[in-house]
């Protein structure tokens, strides 16, 4: 039978003990190793096949950023991912604005970085994501960001930086597209994770406020009541009958 092709990764990380994590956990992919950002940019000048470029932010000499930028004078089609452990939106703002295509945070989990790599493996390549990226390609790079950002304190000039939008033509589209604001949209989406919380844990209220990053319990049970109609006590006590 023939062997299917695996898809090419550059593993670009100065952390020995997480470059060999890495492979132990991703089997499946061709994975070349780079210990610093030189190295890597020596590995993509040479004729190669790489598909993906897994980067981190940060190591010693230049920075993640520094090399991505690079990488992209070289290769305007290989997909980049940047790791970086700080949970900083200002980090992955630039990224995304440099033309990373997507990020995955530290400390690693497997099942969520799976899935981010193969959801960057099957776009399509060609023309740079900034000029290929239709209308609705960039509404769901936002909504992504968003999903994955919104218990921070991300504005709508960090959601329009991504895709290269105006702000307030991204907040027209939010309109449009979703028939709510930018604000709305990431209230929902607490409120949706508040749900979970209600229904699937044992958590009390004061617990799941400080979880979704409420100031206080009240600012939540507010906003929740006028989501819902309900609070998040009587909501819970609706859904477990």
């Not at 190793?33 to 981190?56: F, H, Q, R, Y």
Request: proline letters at 2%; aromatic letters at 8%; a positive charge.
């Amino acid at each position: 039978m023939k062997n299917v092709k695996q898809n090419k990764i550059l593993l670009v990380d100065d952390d020995s003990i997480l470059r060999s994590e890495f492979k132990d956990c991703f089997e499946e992919y061709d994975i070349t190793e780079a210990v610093n950002g030189d190295m890597a940019l020596s590995i993509l000048k040479k004729p190669n096949e790489i598909d993906l470029v897994i980067l981190d932010v940060r190591m010693p000499g230049k920075s993640g950023l520094e090399i991505l930028k690079n990488i992209r004078e070289i290769d305007k089609d290989v997909k980049i991912i940047i790791f970086t452990g700080y949970g900083s939106k200002e980090v992955v703002v630039s990224a995304l604005r440099a033309k990373a295509d997507d990020f995955i945070e530290k400390p690693l989990d497997v099942d969520s970085t799976r899935d981010v790599i193969e959801k960057v493996l099957s776009t399509k390549k060609g023309l740079p994501e900034s000029d290929s990226m239709d209308l609705k390609d960039k509404m769901e790079k936002v909504k992504g960001f968003i999903e994955r950002n919104y218990l921070k304190k991300i504005t709508l000039n960090d959601a329009a930086n991504v895709v290269g939008l105006s702000p307030k033509y991204l907040s027209r589209m939010f309109q449009v597209k979703l028939k709510m604001g930018f604000s709305d949209y990431k209230l929902n989406l607490k409120i949706n994770k508040s749900k979970e919380f209600l229904k699937k844990t044992g958590y009390n209220v004061d617990q799941i406020a400080y979880k979704l990053a409420y100031e206080n319990s009240e600012s939540f049970i507010r906003q929740f009541k006028k989501i819902t109609g309900s609070t998040p006590t009587e909501y819970r006590k609706r859904v477990k009958k």
